[in-house]
């Protein structure tokens, strides 16, 4: 048994479908990757560990990950929401039905627009606001976001990124590696957060917003 089939026959499902669409995705080209398992699930139990009650989520895709997300702020139960954003119209409308199937809609606030221009007008209209924000988007959109998501967060929020380690991975397209290494040279050197890198899926980041009176 090889280290991937002996981690999974541990990390069991939230909700069913999502093991439905990770076998789905073996036969499909017309699809963006999703996060592994074990990023989703550590996204969800971070979610549960935290309470988190309003999350942000850049990158949609066809749900994979949003039903994760949104399964774990149901879970909390604050009445939070998951808003989660994409500019892909045709794998929108496929998450839409996927996020109705999972049942959560109630949780999950879905927007269709380009995150360059939905996320600073965001940043103007609720700063401050997001207990949690995971970057899954348009690679070369991390270093342009950067400085919205630090304002959408609270003091004490997590900022997670997928595919931190694309430059290093040789099975990623390369060109996609130069707005990573950009953006991890923003964050590690950025002391207004306290970070991590874990070689878990491409790379993971999690970072917290430190709160401006304390020094770590
Ligand atoms: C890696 S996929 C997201 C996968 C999803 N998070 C999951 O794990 O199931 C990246 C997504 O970013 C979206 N995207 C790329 N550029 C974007 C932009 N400028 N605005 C909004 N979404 C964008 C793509 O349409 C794609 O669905």
Redesign the pocket.
Known sequence: MGTRSYLYSFLSHDIMLTEQLEQDAVLRSDI????ERET?KLISLLIRVTHAEKVL??????????IWLGGAVKEVGGGGKLIT????ER?GQEAKDNIEKAGLSEFVDQRF????QVVPELAETESGTYDMIFQ???KY?YPLLYEDLYRLLKPGGLLIT?DTLFLVNTTIRKGLGKYIDTYNKQLFSDTRYYSTMLPVGHGFAVSMKVPQEVTL
């Open positions: 963006q990757p999703f996060v989703a989520e850049l990158g949609t895709g066809i749900g994979y990950s949003t954003i994409d500019n892909h794998t627009g380009d995150a360059e899954d988007c348009g959109l997928d």
